[in-house]
């Protein structure tokens, strides 16, 4: 089946920082990324839809300034966390659509701890 | 937007009873409706999905029940093994574009 991969797998950062989450399709190509959050023992909430070359939408409740997306190539979205604070500590889960087989494959997700 | 609805939001059996979990969605638009499995920590891992136009759908031990009508689907696990305990979710999507997930359930099975 089609990978997805995420990088970093984990990452600790200080209050008031930046942090990018790279998500990326490795064996086809992805016009549209997902980004999901998930908190602990909760479910996953789509957080915004990448559409390459063109600006994400965001559902409803979620920062556009401060959940920047850029999805520059096929292969290729990035969800950077601006002046990251405890409460966006979470589990950080991109999935990409494969257009031609009509499915999405989910990354591993990012684990994001912010001290 | 969507809302999708599951229950429940834990379920514990005996190894080798059968398992229900059910969900309810909110866009008759809604045409695709996938479950998950995941561990701790790891990936949602698809397990069976259902499109609009099929009423029902197996795989061996799991299988998904789709009432348009109703705007509800199921997903039924028999013959339950300890390695089948995970938190399962069930999504609904329209044409594989955003998938809004339920809250997911818990699935204890007891050796």
């Known amino acids: 089946g089609a990978v997805v991969s995420q990088h970093p797998s984990w990452v600790i950062c200080k209050s008031g920082t930046s942090v990018k989450i790279e998500c990326r399709s490795l064996?086809?190509?992805?016009?549209?990324m997902f980004w999901y959050r998930q908190f602990p023992k909760q479910s996953l909430m789509l957080m915004a839809t990448?559409?390459?070359?063109?600006?994400?939408?965001?559902e409803q409740g979620v920062e556009k300034d401060k959940f920047l997306i850029n999805h520059a190539s096929l292969t290729l979205s990035t969800l950077t966390v601006t002046s990251a604070h405890p409460e966006d500590s979470s589990f950080y889960i991109c999935s990409a659509r494969d257009g031609q087989a009509n499915e999405q494959f989910f990354g591993p997700g990012t684990r994001l701890t912010v001290l | 937007g969507e809302n999708v609805e599951q229950h429940p939001s834990t379920l514990s059996v005996q190894e080798g009873d059968s398992a229900v979990i059910k969900c309810t969605y909110s866009?008759?638009?809604?045409?695709?409706f996938p479950w998950y499995k995941q561990e701790l920590g790891k990936r949602p891992q698809l397990i069976i999905d259902i499109r609009s136009n099929v009423g029902e759908k197996k795989d061996q031990r799991i299988a998904v029940t789709l009432n348009k009508t109703a705007k509800h689907f199921s997903l039924h696990i028999t013959e339950t093994q300890p390695e089948d305990s995970a938190v399962y979710f069930c999504a609904a999507s329209m044409n594989f574009n955003k998938f809004y997930f339920g809250s997911g359930t818990k699935l204890n099975v007891k050796p």
């Open positions: 990448s559409n390459e070359g063109s600006k994400a939408t965001y």
């Open positions: 064996d086809f190509q992805a016009t549209t």
């Open positions: 866009d008759s638009a809604s045409n695709y």
